[in-house]
C-alpha cells in the first residue's frame, strides 16, 4: 500500500482537462513544498512533469500545472492531447523513516 | 544532455547478490544527491536509497535495510547499488534517478536512467 493516495484512474476527452489528486498527511505532503509529479509511458522512464508542488521544468508544457491544498496536492493537465495518456506519480519528502514516498499512480486514459 | 546508464541486472536466485552500476555525465556528478527508485512488474514506483553528495550520508527504505548498500565514486562518477540477500519481492526495474538542486536533499528527481531489470527467481 502506497504512502500517498492516489485515484487509480481518470479519463478526459481530447481538449478537455483533468485534474489528478494525491493524498498524503502532515508528514509529507501536508508539511512540506516538496511534491513532484511523474509522467510515465508504458515501457519508458519516469519523466518529471512539475516540482515543488506547482514549478514547471524548462520544456515540460504549461498545460501541466499543480498545486496544494492541506494534504492533498493536484496536478491538473489542461487542453488533453493524446499524448497525455500516461501514468502518473506523485511523490512527497516526508519526514517519516522514509524521507521519498510515492502514490500508487493514476492512469490518464484520453478518449 | 544528462545521461544516466544503468547495468548490472539479471537473473539471481533467491540469496545471492547483484551489483548494479550507474554511469552518469554531463552534469557535475559530485555536487548532487542520486538514488535508486525501483518498479515491480505492473506496480507502481517504490523509493529505495539516497547517497548525499559527500557519501557521509545514505538512506534506505525499510525494505531493503541490511541487505542492500547505496556508494558513488565520484572519480568516475558512477554510483552503485550492491544487493545482498536477495528475495523475490526485489524484482524490479531499478532506476538510477538525480536530484535536480545541488546540495543535500532528496526530490526533487529531475533525471532518470532507463532502468535495469532484476529478477529473482529459481
Known amino acids: 500500500q502506497s504512502a500517498l493516495t492516489q485515484p487509480a484512474s481518470v479519463s478526459g476527452s481530447p481538449g478537455q482537462s483533468i485534474t489528478i ?3 498524503g498527511t502532515s508528514s509529507d505532503v501536508g508539511g512540506y513544498n516538496y511534491v513532484s509529479w ?3 509511458h508504458p515501457g519508458k522512464a519516469p519523466k ?3 516540482y515543488d508542488v506547482s514549478d514547471r521544468p524548462s520544456g515540460v508544457s504549461n498545460r501541466f ?3 496544494k491544498s492541506g494534504n492533498t496536492a493536484s496536478l491538473t493537465i489542461s487542453g488533453l492531447q493524446p499524448e497525455d495518456e500516461a501514468d502518473y506519480y506523485c ?7 522514509t524521507p521519498v514516498v510515492f ?6 486514459t484520453v478518449l | ?4 546508464l544503468e547495468s548490472g541486472g539479471g537473473l539471481v536466485q533467491p540469496g545471492g547478490s547483484l551489483r548494479l552500476s550507474c554511469a552518469a555525465s554531463e552534469f557535475i556528478f559530485s555536487s548532487h544527491a542520486l538514488s535508486w527508485v525501483r518498479q515491480a512488474p505492473g506496480r507502481g514506483l517504490e523509493w529505495v536509497s539516497t547517497i548525499s553528495t559527500s557519501d557521509g550520508d545514505t538512506y534506505y527504505a525499510d525494505s531493503v535495510k541490511g541487505r542492500f548498500t547505496i556508494s558513488r565514486d565520484n572519480s568516475k562518477s558512477t554510483l552503485y547499488l550492491q544487493m545482498n540477500s536477495l528475495r523475490a519481492e526485489d524484482t524490479a526495474v531499478y532506476y538510477c534517478v538525480k536530484r535536480k538542486w545541488t546540495g543535500s536533499g532528496f526530490l526533487p528527481f529531475d533525471h532518470w ?4 531489470r532484476v529478477t529473482v527467481s529459481s
Not at chain 1, 91 to 97: I, T
Not at chain 1, 103 to 108: A, C, F, I, N
Not at chain 2, 113 to 116: D, I, N, R, V, Y
Open chain 1, 91 to 97: 511523490g512527497s519528502y516526508s519526514a517519516s523513516n
Open chain 2, 1 to 4: 544532455e544528462v545521461h544516466l
Open chain 1, 38 to 40: 511523474y509522467q510515465q
Open chain 2, 113 to 116: 536512467g532507463q532502468g535495469t
Open chain 1, 103 to 108: 502514490g500508487g499512480g493514476t492512469k490518464l
Open chain 1, 65 to 67: 500545472s499543480g498545486s
Open chain 1, 21 to 23: 489528486s494525491c493524498t
Open chain 1, 48 to 50: 518529471l512533469m512539475i
